[in-house]
């Protein structure tokens, strides 16, 4: 959805502005969604796909002692796993359920906080996506960019690896891991382009209000 500035500012006040995030796990979408929806004055919706996701796996969690964000990237493994392929695809199948239910028109303005694997759906759930609303891509500058390996490590999420990821003859799983892991940013970082209407840098948005979000975003149009 491409909006004017004009545009923008009659859909917010009219209670019609859908906006969807998109960008790498661990850049801010679900900071910036969860910072939106609170403040009644804007009158947001807040649809988080990962809680769906996680609500659709839980009877795959569960007989495994698994819960939360954790437990699905616990439950989906790494790319160099047996299991990965069918834990992958199985994902990617609750991911296109859980955003063919997210709810337009409710009378309120809305948030879609999107997993980073959503360019990896098919192209006609996208084209509904940039029809019902603004897509905005939480673009990762260097420094962000420097430590998503390093959080990723550390804390776990569920990632969609698709094609960017091979491992070598005599390579770790982990050696390969961080080998591969800046060509999948590169990949998804052009994609995530080709997705949205409009960029803002993720790292500039790391202490933003709800509504510094929404001025940030207004200047770029």
């Not at 940013?185 to 993720?202: F, I, N, Q, S, T």
């Amino acid at each position: 959805m491409e909006l004017s500035k004009a545009g923008f500012d009659q859909r917010l006040g009219s209670h019609r502005l859908f906006v969807s995030l998109v960008g790498m796990s661990n850049v801010g979408k679900s900071f910036i969604s969860v910072r939106l929806a609170p403040d009644h004055s804007l009158n947001f919706a807040r649809a988080c796909i990962d809680d769906c996701i996680e609500e659709k796996l839980s009877p795959f969690l569960e007989g495994r002692g698994f819960s939360g964000i954790d437990g699905v990237a616990a439950w989906m493994g790494q790319p160099y796993d047996a299991r990965y392929p069918e834990t992958q695809q199985l994902y990617l199948g609750f991911e296109e359920a859980s955003m063919s239910e997210v709810g337009y028109g409710i009378g309120r303005n809305l948030v879609v906080d999107t997993t980073g694997s959503v360019i990896y759906l098919p192209q006609p759930v996208l084209s509904h996506l940039k029809e019902k609303t603004l897509v905005v891509y939480l673009e990762a500058t260097d420094e962000v960019r420097n430590g998503l390996f390093e959080r990723y490590i550390s804390n776990p999420k569920p990632v969609i690896w698709g094609s960017s990821f091979n491992l070598q003859a005599g390579e770790s799983g982990i050696e390969a891991l961080k080998r591969c892991y800046p060509q999948l940013l590169d990949y998804r970082a052009g994609k995530y382009r080709e997705l949205a209407d409009v960029a803002v840098p993720g790292g500039a948005l790391r202490d933003a209000t709800g509504r510094q979000f929404l001025s940030e975003l207004r200047s770029r149009l």
